[in-house]
Every structure is written in C-alpha cells, then in structure tokens.
C-alpha cells in the first residue's frame, strides 16, 4: 500500500512542498508546488510563512501524508569530528561533550543529529554533526503544530541533497550549490559521500539589495528588475551593464566562499572536484552558470529534476529550479535515502509524538489481537503438552520395562538409567548395570569342562599319562581353536579363576598354588591348513593306522578310543544360555555314568560366575548316534560373587 509523503521547505522566500507517493516497489513525485511569502512579512522570519504552510495544512488535512522538513542552514551548525572508535555506542555517549568545545553554548543548550561517514582507517571514524540549539527546535515544532502540521523528521538541507546526489552526480566527486533568497548552501559529495557542508549569507537577496541601491530604486521594483531582466557577464552582456555590475558585485562573495570550500575539500581528500550543479531561485539568473565555470573552470550545470525517472510532475525545469530540498526532503523516509536515517533531531523529549499516538488509538485492536493470539497460543500448548504427556508415560513405560528385565529392578529415571549405563555402580549384592559374563564367555568355559572330563577319562583307560592324549586327534582343529581363543582377550583375561572358571570384569582374581588349567600361550606362525592335515595324518598312520583319512575332523568312535573311555564320555546336544537369567546344557553319556553327570554339574558348579546348578534326567536317547544313552539336562544361574567373595570365602559348602 502506497503512503504520501510531503517534503516542506520552508525559507525566507517562499515555502515549498513536493508530494511523494511511494510504496514497497515503486516511487513517483507527484506534485510540487512553490507559495510566496508576501515582503512585508519576510522581516519576521519566525512568522513569515504562517499563510503559507496554512494553505500547505488545509492540503495536508485531505491527504494524511508523512510531513519531513529542515530547519534553515542560518540556524544549524554543522562539524566534521574524527573519533579514534567507530561502535555507534560510544559515539553517542561522548559526541556531545566533543561538540560542546566547538560550539557557542553548553551541551544542555543544543540538540544534535549525526551520521558516521565512512573511514579509511580501521576502528576510527568521522562524524558529520548537526547542532540546534532546543529552543530554536522548540518554536520550529509548535509553529507548526499550531497550523495542524507534526513533521516525522526535522532535519538539515544537506539530508536532501545527499538523497539528491545518487540521482544528479555526473562525476566521483560533485558539488551541489542552492543559491537561494537569503543564503546559498554548498554541499559537496565524494563517491555519494559527504565531505563538506557549509553555508554562505550572499543570495539572491544580496543581488536585489545591490540593484535598488546602483539605480536608486525601490525593494519591489529591484526585485521585479531582477526577475525580469537580471544576469550575470556572457557571450551576451559585459559587466559595464549596471543591473549586471550589481549582480557581480552582490554574488562575488559567494564566489570566494565556493572557490576555498573546494580547496580545502582538494586539500583534505587529495580529490578536486569534476562538476557543479545549481539549484535555488537565484540560479534562474542569466549567465550564472556560464560566469560560475568561467570563474572556477569547472564544468556547471543546472539540476534537471524533470529528467529523474520517479518525476510525474508535468512542469517545466524553469519551475522545479527550486524544488531540490523539498524533493530531497520528501524521499528521506523512502529507499531512495542515501545515509541519512540518523539525521534527525526528532529525539528525547522532541520524539515523534504521532507514533506514540497511533498506538493510543490502535490500542482497543491490538489488545484483541493480542488476548486472541495469546487464547491460540494457550490451546495450542495445552494439546501440545496433552500429547507429550501421553508420549512421555509410554516411553516411561518402557524404560521400567527395560530396566527391569536388563538391568534387575525397574526405574522410570531417564537420567539415572543413562548415568547408571555409562558408570555401573556395584550394588550390595555386587550386581551391575552389565552381564556378568558374555554368551561366548560361558560357552567357552563349558566346552572347556567337557574336554576337561573326556581327556581324563581317556588317560585314566588308557592307563596313566604315557597313552593316549587326546579323544580327538585333530593337531588341526586343535590348533585352531587355540587360535580363536587367544583371539578374544576378553575371553581370555575371564580365564585363570582358582576353581577352575571364570574371573568378571573388575573382580581380583585370588593367589592359589595350584596350576592354571589353561596352556600357556605361544606365539605360532600362520596356520597352513593343506600342511597340517598332511602332518596330522601322517603322524596318524604312524601312531595306530587310523581310519579316519577321508574325514580331517574325526569322531571318537572313528578316532579309536577304548570301549572303557568312551562309556565315560559326555557330549553336549544343546545349551540355551541366558546371561541374565538361567542356563540350560543338556548332555548326554553312557547308562554306566551316572556318576560323570554329577561330575560335571559340580565343576559347573564350582565357577565362580556359576550357582545353583541342578541336575535333571531327561531319560534314553532315541536316536542313531548314541541309541541307549542317558540324557541328562544341567540348569545353572550366571551370577558373580562380589570383589568380597572373590577368594571364595563367601561360597556355600556344599559348592567346594
């Protein structure tokens, strides 16, 4: 939606307004128009426009526009200050004292606005100052607050020409002169950048002035003289001419001040300046533009605001020569600003009071808005927070689940069941967050008693240590599986126990004499499976003429042992092992061995990490195997002793 914006300029003269119209994606001027103060009243210059801006109101009442105007350059003060910081912070804080020893009165007298300018240096900067003293601030606003007028942005004549400069500069470094009735402003731009503001008393009032005094006539007749006939030296008039004598003589100061305003600019930026362009009812004088080049041998032009794309004003230039403030004004709250959102003494007890307005108007609305936004946002948390609720109990649901199968008692702590996982703590009872023993682990120390019982039974028949060693002669099966278990350190590091099992993580194993029943480990060379089984059977065919050639692995009953050894045997059909909870083996051995299945549910039972071991029947095998065998079942519990019970002390009686 497009909202009007009115620029006013207000000067000793006339007063001139030009109306914007400007939107998120376009901006056209639309109208200017020029209101001539009467003479008799441009003698008081606090008054001189009230008929004026009055007409300018009446206009404004239909509109509701957005008012931005300028106090004149004969009442502002302007100073370029180089701070050695360039956080904006800072610069509010110390700006004033720093302009208050360049200024006339104290720091509580005046008002100041600033732009920070670009600076070569890093972490320094320099400050384009703009001082008014708060009592001239204060009539401005109420003169126009009497007439119905709350202006949004009082600032300086140097803003718009800086909003102009993007739009009129033809070179890197240009300077734009407003020679108006009273005085001439003269604003030079580096790059679109300000370097120099100043503001010179020698105008077109000057000129007028000096024609009634060299031909005696009366203020309005010079006046009229000047618009009609007035002209400075060309191609057309020498200065012998009086009416253009006076315009030179009037006008030849101002000359000098624009003369040392672009020396000194050459001077601190090493840049002189490439073109002039002129603005102000003053600059409609013949030949000024010509005298102007001649004097300064720069190049001078005319501003053509007719030519600017965003222009729907249909008036010729000669009418928009003094239209550049006005127009500059009225963009500065629009995109087209150039650096000069700061430039605004609308501050502390000066704020914009229409802002605070707006909202004591709209209060009623937002205040609905708000208790309905806020009623969405409640239902909204409250359903949001039903369904977290609801989500929150099944995972805590869960959690006790878990907890109570894995880790032995239920907990619905989220936080305690991660910390109690990452750091098990030992219960009284000496129970981890962790199994006791890995399936691998029990398995191993399993098959372990197993062989451990067929190879005495066999050395027993076999009748002492000199016969035969090994149910299964296999070097190769043998020397692998001493592979696989050197293989697991995790396996390995549980072997050693004294009662012949396994030793938990973190549980001291105890001194005891007697021997480990694990070999000792050597290093072997990589297994050749082609040489051992060629190695395996010669020393078979060597020891008892084997007949198991055809088969590397063996059987016992293939394997040849004696009809006495293989009546002590026990083989092992299945195992479901439960590291949590109970431990079933069934096995199976001869009818004549009743006494080897309690053998071996004692030295299950002798493990540490294995209680309560029970012996169950489980009657005759029925199969092709071993038809007429007993087979027994041996359910046991995996569960390690404490660190206090580790050296057996702890152990029932009936377990040793």
Known sequence: MAHTIIGLDIGSYSVKVSTVSASFRTLQWTNFREYVIPHGERDRPERAADEALQKVAEAARELNPMAVTAIGADRVMTRFVALPFSDRKRIDSVLGFELEGQLPYGVDDFLYAYERLPSVEENHSTVFAAAVTRQHMGAHLEKLSELGLDPRVVTINAAAYLNLGAHIQA??????????????????????????????????????????????????????????????????????????????????PLLVAIRQSIRAQAERTQRSVDSIFLTGGTSRLVNIRHWLQAELGVTVNNVSLSTMPFCKVNQPDHDLDGAAVSLGLALMPTREAQRTENLNFRRGQYGYEGDFKFLRDKMKTLIAMAAVLLIAGLSWAYVLNARLEKKLVNQRALLSDFTGEHLGKASKNFKKTVERLKRPQQTQKGETGFPPMSAIAVLDTITRIQDEMNREAEVATAGGPTGRQT????????????????????????????????????????????????????????????????????????????????????????????????????????????????????????????????????????????????????????????????????????????PKGSNGKDRKESDR
């Open 471 to 642: 149910p299964r002669a296999n070097p190769i099966r043998n020397r692998m599986e001493d592979r696989r278990v050197r293989s697991r350190p995790g396996i390995s590091n549980r072997i050693g126990n004294p009662r012949g099992g396994l030793t938990p993580l973190g549980v001291p194993s105890a001194p005891t004499g007697r021997p480990s029943t694990v070999r000792k480990e050597t290093p072997t060379a990589p297994l050749d499976l082609k040489k051992e089984w060629k190695s395996s059977r010669a020393t078979t065919d060597k020891s008892g003429g084997d007949d198991d050639a055809g088969d590397p692995e063996g059987t016992e009953e293939d394997s040849g042992p004696s009809a006495a050894a293989q009546a002590k045997k026990i083989e092992l059909r299945a195992m479901n092992i439960d590291v949590f909870g109970s431990t079933n083996v069934v096995a199976e051995t001869h009818p004549s061995n009743p006494e080897g299945q309690e053998d071996f549910r004692k030295r299950l039972n002798k493990i540490e990490c294995f209680t309560d071991a029970k012996l169950h029947d489980q009657g005759t095998v029925n199969d092709d195997r071993h038809p007429g065998w007993r087979k027994f079942k041996v359910t046991f519990r995996i569960k390690c002793p404490s």
């Open 171 to 252: 070179g890197e470094c240009t300077a734009l002169i407003d020679i108006g009735h009273h005085t001439s402003d003269i604003c030079i731009m580096l790059d679109g950048e300000l370097v120099l503001a100043r503001s010179v008393g020698r105008a077109g009032l000057g000129v007028t002035q000096a024609i009634a005094e060299r031909l005696e006539l009366s203020f309005e007749e010079a006046e009229e003289l000047k618009h009609t006939e007035g002209r400075l030296p060309g191609p057309d008039s020498g200065q012998d001419v009086p009416i253009v004598g006076a315009a030179v003589e009037a006008l030849s």
